[in-house]
């Protein structure tokens, strides 16, 4: 079955440390978007990328950095620098930037600070 | 700036009930229009879109329209189950003209009661 994983679903950040989110997606997309969802809130992009090895910074990127080395797969790490990192990350992908896509998402990560 | 904005919630209705989740939006260019659904936990999944003015989305029972006019997009179903229960986000898409970003509401949880 095609889709979009995502890893670990829990993750825990203590203070000054680094983590990265994994996306994975085997729809053959060539877009790839992250999203933060807050509680009560719509998606913000942090993230996104239209082919492999080029991305574009979101509405909120400070704080974030991604890689697109692959086709199917656009890590997100969440950096020390990101002082307010708690938050539901989710990863989408649809077939191209055309605004007629369908975007595709993964099950999410649910980032906690320690 | 493109923005939508939802009918706020919660919304609890009871078992066969009539849907209605207000959904507008101000777009700079000719946006396709999307609603999205999110069961607790998971990732959002696609409901139902429609590409050009009057369009009309459906799937499982739900609808929607695209009215240019109105810049609307309100999603409706005409009798409620329990397994509705989740947060319904109206999101658009103008990629040609804001490569790589779809804008999202703040969602509506509806709650539907046996």
């Known amino acids: 079955d095609g889709g979009i994983t995502q890893s670990p679903k829990y993750l825990f950040r203590k203070e000054g440390q680094n983590v990265t989110l994994s996306c994975e997606q085997n729809?053959?997309?060539?877009?790839m978007y992250w999203y933060r969802q807050d509680p009560g809130q719509g998606l913000r992009l942090i993230y996104y990328?239209?082919?492999?090895?080029?991305?574009q910074k979101g509405d909120i990127a400070e704080g974030y950095s991604v890689s697109r080395e692959k086709k199917e797969s656009f890590p997100l790490t969440v950096t020390s620098a990101q002082k307010n990192p708690t938050a539901f990350y989710l990863c989408?992908?649809?077939?191209?930037?055309?605004?007629?896509?369908?975007?595709?998402f993964g099950p999410g990560t649910r980032l906690l600070v320690l | 700036g493109n923005s939508v904005t939802q009918m706020e919630g919660p919304v609890t209705l009871s078992e066969e009930a009539f849907l209605t989740i207000n959904c507008t939006y101000t777009?700079?260019?000719?946006?396709?229009l999307f609603w999205y659904v999110q069961y607790p936990g998971e990732g959002l999944q696609l409901l139902l879109k429609?590409?050009?003015?009057?369009d009309k989305g459906s799937n499982k029972g739900f609808e929607a329209t695209y009215r240019k006019e109105t810049t609307s997009f309100h999603l409706e179903k005409g009798s409620v189950q329990v397994s509705d229960s989740a947060v319904y986000f109206c999101?658009?898409?103008?990629?040609?003209?804001?490569?790589?970003?779809?804008?999202f509401g703040d969602g509506t949880t509806l709650t539907v009661k046996p």
């Open positions: 989408a992908s649809s077939l191209t930037t055309s605004k007629i896509e369908t975007q595709y």
């Open positions: 999101a658009l898409s103008e990629r040609e003209t804001n490569a790589g970003k779809s804008t």
């Open positions: 777009a700079t260019g000719y946006p396709s």
């Open positions: 729809l053959n997309h060539d877009a």
């Open positions: 429609a590409t050009k003015a009057d």
């Open positions: 990328s239209q082919i492999v090895n080029d991305f």
